[in-house]
């Protein structure tokens, strides 16, 4: 359904001579991208402010998408089952830790300090190895 908007808006872009047909398809592509990246940061903002954590997944989202960017990963063959598995395994995180959370500052620092690192490695390994696939990345 997304990709027949898409595809329409993009017919009256074409026909507006707003772009071009040969750009069409690059088009498409991030059009669609955008609206999908939109439509997780919407979704996962609303767990949480479901969980009263609105803060800490603006955290998860930046550091997500930086990390996302520059590495590779697992990769579902759709854009739903990615949706899901992401919201899902968001809402789980969320969770689990407001489960295990007692309200200490420890363990909200022991959180931080995990996540900063962790978010730092993966940049850093993302990047290395972001660096061996840019020949290979198609729009």
């Not at 009263?52 to 998860?60: D, I, L, P, Q």
């Not at 996302?68 to 809402?91: D, I, P, Q, T």
């Not at 489960?99 to 900063?116: A, R, Y």
């Amino acid at each position: 359904m997304l990709e027949k908007v898409v595809e329409r808006y993009i017919s009256a872009l074409i026909k507006a001579q707003v772009i071009t047909d040969e750009d069409r398809e690059i088009y498409k592509y991030h059009i669609i991208c955008a609206l999908e990246s939109v439509l997780v940061i919407m979704t996962m903002t609303i767990v949480g402010v479901f969980f009263h954590e609105v803060f800490n997944v603006w955290a998860f989202i930046i550091c997500f998408f930086l990390i996302r960017n520059r590495a590779g990963g697992f990769h579902f063959n759709s854009f739903w089952k990615c949706y899901l598995g992401s919201v899902g395994l968001e809402f789980l995180g969320i969770y689990l830790v407001k489960q295990l959370n007692d309200n200490t500052c420890v363990f909200e620092c022991i959180s931080i300090g995990m996540m900063v690192i962790l978010s730092g490695i993966m940049l850093v390994l993302g990047i290395i190895a972001g660096q061996h696939t840019v020949g290979r990345r198609k729009f």
